[in-house]
C-alpha cells in the first residue's frame, strides 16, 4: 500500500495549544534526583531492590527535542514512565513548568494529563482494531469532554489527519487497513489531539522498515515546527537519535553519564561509556567525513544487574580508564569546556564557563573523562 507520505503534505490550521508561560526553548520538564527502585524477587522466600533509576537529572525544553540513549535496561522507559506520571519516584522530584504534577488533583491533574502525550513503539498493538482512524484519534477527547465541541470534532479529526500526511477519507478506514507507517501517523494524530506540549516517544520508528522511517521521523519534525511541541525521544539508533535532537542524555544503569547539546555529544563525547556506544553505531556520513574517532571501543563484562549496582561509578566495572577512586566516590556532573578536560574533581582541569541561565550545557559524570585526542585516537 503506498504511503501518502510520497505525497506533498499541505499544512493544517493548527488548533491554538494552551500554552503555559514559559518560552520555546526553555525549560518545561526539569527531573531532579528522580530515583525509582522495584521490589523483585531474589529467591524462593526473599525479595530484593532493583534500582531502576538512581538520582536522574534531566531538563525538556520547550519546542526541542531530548534524546534518550543508552543500552536496554538502562532505566529509558522507566524514566518515561515518571515524566508521564505512570511511575511515582521513590525520591528527587519532577516539575512541569516549575510545578509538581505529583501533587495536582481534580481539573489541574486532567489539565496536566493533556499536556504530556506518548507515541508508542508498535503501531500494530497500540491502536484498537475496532476503532477506525477517526474514532481512534478523537478517542481522548472521550477523557476531556470539555476540550472541543462535538461539532468541532470532525473538522479537527480531518486537521489532524492533514497534519501527519493523511488524507480526510483516511478517518472512515481501520488499523488494519493502514501500512505501519501509515498506522503510525494515527498514533502521532492521537497523541496530537489533546495539543499536549510534550510527546514522549519510545523507539517511535523502530517497529517500522527503515524506508517509511525516515517519513515518520519527518512527520514528527514538521509536527514539531508547527506547534512547538518538545518530544523525548528514546531510540537505540545513534544515528536517527543525532538526527532528530537537540539535546541528548546518555543512560548507563539507572544514571544519566553525559547530557548536553547533540552535536557536541556526539562529536565530542567526554564519558568513556558514550565513546564506547558511539563507538559500535553507524556514522553518517557527513560525521564520517570530519574524521575524528576511528576505533570500536569493545566493552568487557556485561551490565551489572541494578539490583546490585557497583560502588562509586556504575560504568567502573567496564571502563578501561577505572582508578580506585571510581570505586569510591559517585561522580557529579561537571560542565565540559569546549576543547578542554571538564572540571571535575579528579580531572583539575580549568574553571568551567560562567554558568549561563537556561542554557543547556555539556556535562559529563566522570572521575576520568576522556580528553579529544584519546577518541581521535580510539582509545
Ligand atoms: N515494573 C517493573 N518491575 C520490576 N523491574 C522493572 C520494572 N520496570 C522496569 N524494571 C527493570 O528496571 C530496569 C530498567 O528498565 P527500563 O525498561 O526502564 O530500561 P530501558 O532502558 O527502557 O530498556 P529497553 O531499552 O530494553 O526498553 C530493568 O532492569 C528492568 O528489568
Redesign the pocket.
Known sequence: MPDPANTPRTPAPATATARTTTADGEPLVEARGVT?T???PRSASGSTR????AGVDLTVRRGRTLGLV????????????VLLML?RPDAGTVRYAGADPFALRGEPLLRWRRRVQMVFQDPFASLNPRLSAGELIAEPWRSHPGLISRDGRERRVRELLDMVGLRPGDAHRYPQEFSGGQRQRIGIARALALNPEVIVC??PVSALDLSVQAQVLNVLTDVQAELGVAYVF?S?DLPVVRHMSDQVAV?YL?RVVESGPAERVFTAPRHPYTASLLSAAPRPPAAAAEGGRTGRIVLAGEVP???DPPSGCRFRTRCWQAEEVCAEVLPPDAPVLAGSAPAGPVSGGPAPEEPVPDRPRHLVACHLPLEPADRAAGR
Do not use: N, Q, Y
Open positions: 525509582k522495584f521490589r523483585v532493583l534500582h531502576a533509576l543508552g543500552e536496554s535496561g538502562c532505566g529509558k522507559s522507566t524514566l518515561a514512565r511511575e519510545d523507539e528514546i537505540h543512560m539507572g544487574s541494578p539490583a
